[in-house]
């Protein structure tokens, strides 16, 4: 196949940031996407329903003339979030999601949640307006090895709450083992997983080997190659319930290159390419439309885009810049270490 025509895509798990980098990285979203779920974890958090208007006109303003893109937006959850103020932003349109960072697993996620019974409450007032739930399924316990974060979640805290609250729809965002997999297909309707670009493209060799290469390192971090392979059969599986979040989370090089970087990969400008370059490995290029713009809104309740992108097999390899320049510095591409073919047109 040359040429593949499919639905505008959304990007269902994304970091904007706010200011110079938000002027810098909407574009190269709003050039693709026709919408994306923008993660709440600036400083200080988008933790009202009045910080995601306020966040909202602030993305609504930086997007390129010409552009139509609509940021969908989440809240992030503290102990002290209001129920009240959950349900009437879900209900008058402010807020489309309410975002769980366990304190401490991630980027700005001091704020999160330390005690998940604390929430209970909010989350049994959300699962009876419909007010989906998006997750970090990490757990935080420093006796919990890095690599084990993702599975001892589910079992202490995703099954818990489930178990608790079963009518509350859950995403399980940047699933990155066999067990985040198996887990949303052997439950019933009501959960659903994303899946970034990255996760699909390197394990943690591409971290570890040859030297510490810190633009590989985010969180969840990569695994070991069987987790990879379980992500790209679920991702090109076509099951509606797998979709694309690319976590494209930007840094500064200077943060990310230090003694103690930090976790996220820049992936917004080459993550079509990306993707189409797997689902053709995988003989899937039939599904790359449903895990890009089907199965999301599906699962969201939102409507598919009537708009269409064309991806175009090249004869030379597409160019994309290393890095891309903002006003406080250079911020590093994700490499996927192949060539890409694949194009948008
Ligand atoms: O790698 C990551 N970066 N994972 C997250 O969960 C947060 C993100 C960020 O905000 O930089
Ligand atoms: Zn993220």
């Not at 818990?160 to 509350?168: S, V």
Request: proline content about 7%.
């Amino acid at each position: 196949m040359q040429e593949l025509t499919i639905r505008r895509p959304d990007d269902w798990h994304l970091h904007l940031r706010d200011g110079d980098m938000l002027e810098s990285v909407l574009p190269h979203t709003s050039r693709h996407f026709a919408r994306a779920i923008v993660m709440p974890n600036l400083v200080p958090p988008v933790a009202t329903t009045a910080d995601a208007r306020a966040y909202r006109q602030r993305i609504e303003k930086a997007l390129p003339e010409g552009d139509s893109f609509t940021p969908i937006m989440t809240l992030y959850l503290t102990e002290d979030t209001q129920a009240e103020d959950v349900v009437s932003g879900f209900q008058g349109g402010t807020i489309s999601a309410v975002k769980l960072y366990p304190a401490g697993a991630t980027t700005n996620s001091h704020n999160g949640v330390r005690d998940i019974e604390a929430v209970y409450p909010v989350l049994e007032r959300m699962a009876e307006a419909g007010v989906p739930l998006c997750v970090h399924g990490e757990v935080t316990d420093s006796e919990i090895d890095i690599f084990d974060r993702e599975a001892v979640f589910i079992e202490r805290v995703l099954h818990p709450i489930r178990q608790h609250i079963p009518g509350l729809r859950i995403i399980m965002e940047h699933i990155t083992t066999s067990d985040g997999i198996d887990y949303v297909e052997s439950s019933p309707e009501g959960i659903a997983g994303t899946i970034t670009t990255h996760h699909l493209i390197i394990n943690r060799n591409a971290i570890l080997v040859g030297g510490i290469k810190p633009h590989y390192y985010c969180l969840p971090i990569a695994k070991r190659e069987s987790h990879r392979l379980a992500l790209r059969r679920a991702a090109t599986s076509g099951k509606k319930r797998f979709f694309l979040g690319t976590d494209s989370a930007p840094h500064l090089d200077t943060d990310k290159e230090s003694a103690c970087g930090c976790a996220g990969v820049f992936s917004s400008i080459n993550t079509l390419s990306c993707l189409a370059h797997v689902f053709e490995e995988e003989d899937a290029l039939d599904r790359l439309e449903a895990f890009v713009s089907l199965n999301g809104p599906g699962f969201y309740g939102l409507p598919v885009n009537e708009e269409t992108i064309r991806l175009v097999r090249r004869q030379q390899p597409v160019d994309y810049p290393e890095r891309i320049e903002t006003a406080s510095g250079p911020v590093t591409v994700f490499d996927p270490m192949f060539p890409l073919y694949w194009d948008v047109a």
